[in-house]
T-cell receptor, first 115, second 113 residues
Framework: NAGVMQNPRHLVRRRGQEARLRCSPMKGHSHVYWYRQLPEEGLKFMVYLQKENIIDESGMPKERFSAEFPKEGPSILRIQQVVRGDSAAYFC?????????????FGPGTRLTVL | KQEVTQIPAALSVPEGENLVLNCSFTDSAIYNLQWFRQDPGKGLTSLLLIQSSQREQTSGRLNASLDKSSGRSTLYIAASQPGDSATYLCAVSPMNRDDKIIFGKGTRLHILP
C-alpha cells in the first residue's frame, strides 16, 4: 500500500502565478488534511476535506487559497497570484473513514518557492 | 484552545548519550499524542503514537510517555546516534474529530559524532 503521495515535491513560481499542489491519499482513505509549515514555524492546519466536501477550512487564508477533493482523483490545493510569503512546505495527510480521530499519515510535502 | 509547547527548541548532545525531549499541552482532553521526526527536505515520519488510555509506547531505542493529567509527554532516546539528528515534533489529536491536530514547533536535535 503506497503511502500518501504529493507532487510536485518542489515547485517554483514567480509572484502573481498560480500554484497547484496535488495530494493522493493512501488507498482506502477518504479524509485529507492540508498543513503549511512556514520557515522556523510549526505545522499549521489549513483545511480538512472528505470526498467532495470541505469539512473545516478554518486555517485557510481568506483569499487566493482554495482546496478540493473530487470524487475521482487527487486533492488539490490551489494558490492564486502567489506572493513571497506563500513560500513554505505544504504537507498533506490522510486518514481512513472513522467515527473517531485516527492517525494521520503524512506525505513528503511540497516545497513552494516564490521568486 | 489547545496549545502544544516543546522544550527545548534545540539540543546538541554527544553521541552515545541518552536524552529526553519534552512536550506539554494545555487541554488534557486528547484522543492521542504522536511524536514525529522531520528530516530536512523530507516529510514527517511518525515515530510513536500513544492513545489517551496508554501511559507509554516503545519502539527500539525510543520510548514515549504520556501523563494526561499533567499535560505532558516525553520522548526518551537511548544511546543517541548521529543519524538521530532531526527535528522532533509532538502533536496532539483532540477527542472531537472535527477539531484539528495541534503540533508543537519541534525540537531540533543535533547529535555530535
Amino acid at each position: 500500500n503506497a503511502g500518501v503521495m504529493q507532487n510536485p515535491r518542489h515547485l517554483v513560481r514567480r509572484r502573481g502565478q498560480e500554484a497547484r499542489l496535488r495530494c493522493s491519499p493512501m488507498k482506502g482513505h477518504s479524509h485529507v488534511y492540508w498543513y503549511r509549515q512556514l520557515p522556523e514555524e510549526g505545522l499549521k492546519f489549513m483545511v480538512y476535506l472528505q470526498k467532495e466536501n470541505i469539512i473545516d477550512e478554518s486555517g485557510m487564508p481568506k483569499e487566493r487559497f482554495s482546496a478540493e477533493f473530487p470524487k475521482e482523483g487527487p486533492s488539490i490545493l490551489r494558490i492564486q497570484q502567489v506572493v513571497r510569503g506563500d513560500s513554505a512546505a505544504y504537507f498533506c495527510a490522510s486518514s481512513p473513514p472513522s467515527l473517531l480521530t485516527d492517525t494521520q499519515y503524512f506525505g513528503p510535502g511540497t516545497r513552494l518557492t516564490v521568486l | 484552545k489547545q496549545e502544544v509547547t516543546q522544550i527545548p527548541a534545540a539540543l546538541s548532545v554527544p553521541e552515545g548519550e541518552n536524552l529526553v525531549l519534552n512536550c506539554s499541552f494545555t487541554d488534557s482532553a486528547i484522543y492521542n499524542l504522536q511524536w514525529f521526526r522531520q528530516d530536512p527536505g523530507k516529510g514527517l515520519t511518525s515515530l510513536l503514537l500513544i492513545q489517551s488510555s496508554q501511559r507509554e509506547q516503545t519502539s527500539g531505542r525510543l520510548n514515549a510517555s504520556l501523563d494526561k493529567s499533567s499535560g505532558r509527554s516525553t520522548l526518551y532516546i537511548a544511546a543517541s546516534q548521529p543519524g538521530d539528528s532531526a527535528t522532533y515534533l509532538c502533536a496532539v489529536s483532540p477527542m472531537n474529530r472535527d477539531d484539528k491536530i495541534i503540533f508543537g514547533k519541534g525540537t531540533r536535535l543535533h547529535i555530535l559524532p
